[in-house]
């Protein structure tokens, strides 16, 4: 195999770079939607093992509930990815350890703790939806990482639901920063 041209940070340079010197995936976190809009639990974060030699392989070894209705989680995402691959100054190497899940219906974005304890993540932070109307807009999709390590997501509308596609940026610590478009 060959050798990783950077070491620095959690990503790789290519797709194929990942490939070849990646690790196996030993867990897969799965998004489930609860189709049941009352029950009390909510969607979840369902925690797949898939390691051949675990005892339980192939088995749900978790799962992280939301714990509120009518969220409808869409498109996961990291909060740090292979375009963090080249972190400015050098100094900080960032972490892959959230995985932020925005939802639909409810315009929450729910962010999971995966690296505490991996194999049971546990949420970590919830932004309501009122966070986004401030910043005018709605139904958050897709969660993209930036490489200054913020966080961007796709919106498919505005404060009234009307269908404006924006961005709606976060800062490392899930803190809004604005709309990525700014005009």
């Known amino acids: 195999m060959s050798e990783s041209k950077c070491k620095c940070g959690p990503g790789y340079a290519t797709p194929l770079d ?90 929450r974005i729910f962010v999971i703790d995966t690296g505490t304890d991996p194999r049971a993540p546990k949420l970590a932070k919830v932004i309501e939806g009122d966070v986004l109307k401030d910043a005018d807009c709605t ?8 490489p200054n390590g913020n966080i961007m997501i796709s919106v498919m509308g505005d404060a009234e639901g009307n269908a404006k596609g924006d961005f709606v940026e976060f800062d490392k610590n899930f803190e809004l920063v604005g709309t990525w478009s700014r005009g």
């Open 139 to 146: 139904a958050p999709h897709t969660t993209h990482c930036l």
């Open 18 to 107: 990942a490939v070849r010197n990646g690790p196996v995936e030993k867990l897969l976190y799965v998004v489930c939607v609860q189709p049941n809009l009352d029950e009390e639990h909510g969607d979840y974060l369902a925690t797949v093992d898939v390691d051949p030699a675990s005892p339980t392989y192939c088995q749900v070894i978790h799962r992280t509930y939301t714990n509120s209705k009518h969220n409808e989680l869409h498109h996961s995402g990291w909060n740090t990815c292979s375009s963090c691959h080249f972190v400015p100054g050098g100094k900080e190497v960032p972490t892959r350890d959230r995985l932020v899940l925005p939802c639909l219906n409810s315009d």
